[in-house]
């Protein structure tokens, strides 16, 4: 079917060539392409690789591993990650301060690379790899949380476990990192009670491997 053919469906053009506009719909399977003209959301099936769905606006079931274990959602194509973290499967770590990420608040690993969870949708995880700030903690709790909680680095702790993940993963990466790229490594998380010079105190800690680290 042609960009032509779909056009004259979607103004109404029931007869074309001796079939009517049901029949037409009906028999080439084209239902489909004239609702999501209807929408708004023109598919040419035709033109589209056949590997393209259309999903939404309603819930769809998102799969995704989750700390290590393989979860399933329901939601809209428009939920962010962060949502569906906090709201579907309990994780309340990440925390939702900035709508656009600015705070570095809601930071997670997406395949293992620290991302926005607000910023990132939760159908863009589909089976890809979300591991939280919740796995830092429990009996053994990473040395960056013991350093944070050794510094109190943290006042009304909204900022913390943004902070806590971005320290992880930063010094993951540049394990013998000096002051001045812990700074420029972290300015990506803002704190708005301005604990700044113990989050620094404590990744330096970790650094040096002392006693938290
Ligand atoms: S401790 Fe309050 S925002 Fe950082």
């Not at 320290?167 to 993951?172: K, S």
Request: aromatic content about 4%.
């Amino acid at each position: 079917m042609n960009r032509d053919q779909l056009a004259r469906i979607a103004v109404g053009d029931d007869e074309r060539g001796g079939v009517s506009r049901r029949a037409f719909i009906k028999g080439s399977g084209a239902a489909a392409a004239a609702t999501a003209i209807a929408q708004g959301a023109i598919v040419m099936a035709d033109e589209a690789p056949t590997s393209t769905a259309v999903v939404g606006p309603e819930a769809t079931a998102i799969t995704m591993t989750v700390n290590g274990r393989q979860r399933t959602v329901s939601a809209e194509p428009r939920a962010t990650l962060l949502e569906v973290l906090r709201t579907q499967l309990d994780l309340t770590g990440a925390k939702p301060v900035s709508s656009d990420g600015s705070s570095g608040a809601s930071t997670v690993w997406l395949d293992e690379k620290p991302v926005s969870a607000s910023t990132t949708l939760a159908i863009e995880c589909e089976g890809k790899s979300v591991r939280t700030v919740e796995t830092l903690g429990g009996v053994k709790p990473d040395p960056v949380v013991s350093a944070f909680a050794a510094h109190d680095a943290m006042q009304c702790g909204f900022c913390t476990p943004g902070f806590v993940v971005a320290v992880r993963a930063f010094l993951d990466k540049n394990p013998t990192a000096s002051e001045d790229e812990i700074r420029a490594g972290l300015n990506g998380n803002l704190c708005r009670c301005g604990t700044y010079a113990n989050v620094i105190a404590a990744a330096l800690d970790v650094v040096k491997g002392g006693s938290n680290g």
